[in-house]
């Protein structure tokens, strides 16, 4: 059996860290991952206590060229799933605008990404 959505973006926000993964749910495996605790990414920002919106800028311009090593940034035709309505809800009203970083930050790249249902607005978070 295929799934649809064969590859999904997954978010992760901690108080001092932000991690995005792109997994292939066929075989539950993590294709390619970016992260502010990377030494090379955490040695260009200054997030100090806490990382903002530029931090998650440039943890979607890493995946994004991390999955263009990996020949993924079209998703095998599909395209790279992820429900924007659902990350912020399960990370808190208050980390949307770096939910729309990474996710703008991937499609300014040229990473194929399909918006989920349900997106009033593909552009970016309404205030």
Same mark, same amino acid.
């Given at each position: ?40 990414? =955490? +040695? ?7 990382? &903002? ?5 440039? !943890?979607?311009? $890493? @995946? ?29 009203? =208050? +980390? ?7 996710? &703008? ?5 040229? !990473?194929?990404? $399909? @918006? ?12």
């Amino acid at each position: 059996m295929t799934v649809l959505k064969r590859y999904v973006l997954r978010l992760f926000f901690s108080l001092k860290y932000i991690t995005a993964n792109v997994v292939d749910r066929n075989n539950g495996r993590i294709v390619a991952t970016a992260s502010t605790v990377e030494h090379s990414i =955490k +040695n260009s920002l200054e997030c100090g206590r806490s990382c &903002n919106a530029k931090a998650a800028t440039v !943890v979607g311009e $890493v @995946l994004a060229m991390r999955l263009k090593v990996e020949g993924l940034e079209q998703g095998q035709g599909r395209g790279i799933h992820v429900d924007v309505n659902k990350e912020i809800e399960k990370k808190g009203f =208050k +980390n949307r605008t770096k939910v729309w970083a990474v996710v &703008n930050s991937l499609k300014n790249h040229g !990473v194929k990404v $399909v @918006l989920e249902d349900g997106d009033e607005n593909p552009s970016g978070p309404s205030l």
